[in-house]
């Protein structure tokens, strides 16, 4: 069985959830930069999603799999770095086609992230 998440909390919850017979986890993770993360989602969580996929991985709940969906000018120049941490076996990383549009709320704090 997997369960896909959006990683926050999963550090406090990922090894219970191997323990209640969980396999695997899909955490979608669109960026490895915290500005970038906190300007998509509105949250300065990007270090509990890393922390969340490092205690996935500790309690077993491999392979564990990064989702990311690029979007041209926000997140597009990390396809091939989408993977976080030294590549093995039991990460993989899926990356969607590319959005063709931006959510205005972001169209609007496009540049915001690169200064």
Request: glycine letters at 6%; hydrophobic letters at 30%.
């Amino acid at each position: 069985m997997s369960l896909t998440t959006n990683g926050i909390g999963l550090k406090r919850t990922a090894q219970a959830l191997k323990e209640a017979g969980l396999d695997r986890v899909n955490v979608s993770l669109d960026t490895l930069r915290p500005d970038v993360f906190k300007a998509l989602t509105r949250r300065d969580r990007h270090q509990d999603v890393l922390d969340g996929l490092h205690a996935a991985r500790e309690a077993g709940l491999t392979p564990v799999k990064v989702n990311s969906v690029l979007m041209p000018g926000l997140n597009d120049d990390e396809a091939p770095t989408c993977s976080p941490g030294p590549s093995s076996t039991t990460t993989s990383c899926a990356s969607s086609s590319r959005c063709p549009r931006r959510p205005a709320r972001l169209e609007a704090r496009r540049h915001d992230h690169r200064r």
